[in-house]
């Protein structure tokens, strides 16, 4: 949708800039685009973006910290895993067997 969005507008501006007509096509394109932007239409849904963005932004820096909180505690689980040596199958016996948990201590 944003490439979309990007390509039109590109595409317009490069028209108007390379348009022969120049500045008086440009003003009639300006005021296009205004009485498109200033139509009762667009507006309101402006003005319903913009109440849902200012019903939603109270929640948004709650939503991020603790979505930021998350992945910093599973990289540092992460981190400590990679860093955590691997006991041997005889280490781990060894530990076993000092601790009286093992097979041997039946």
Same mark, same amino acid.
């Given at each position: ?17 390379? =348009? @022969? ?9 300006? =005021?296009?685009?205004? !009485? ?7 507006? !309101? ?8 963005? =200012? ?12 979505? %930021? ?8 689980? @992460? @981190? @400590? ?13 060894? %530990? ?11």
């Amino acid at each position: 949708m944003r490439g979309k969005i990007l390509f039109i507008t590109g595409a317009a501006v490069g028209y108007v800039l390379g =348009a @022969r007509a120049g500045r008086q096509r440009y003003e009639q394109l300006k =005021a296009a685009a205004a !009485k498109v932007w200033e139509s009762p239409g667009v507006q !309101k849904q402006v003005h319903s973006v913009e109440d849902f963005v =200012a019903d939603k932004v109270g929640e948004f820096p709650e939503t991020v910290y603790v979505t %930021i909180k998350k992945f910093v505690v599973r990289a540092n689980e @992460r @981190r @400590r895993e990679a860093r955590a040596p691997y006991p041997s199958p005889a280490a781990e016996a060894a %530990i076993r067997a000092a601790d009286g948990s093992g097979p041997s201590a039946s």
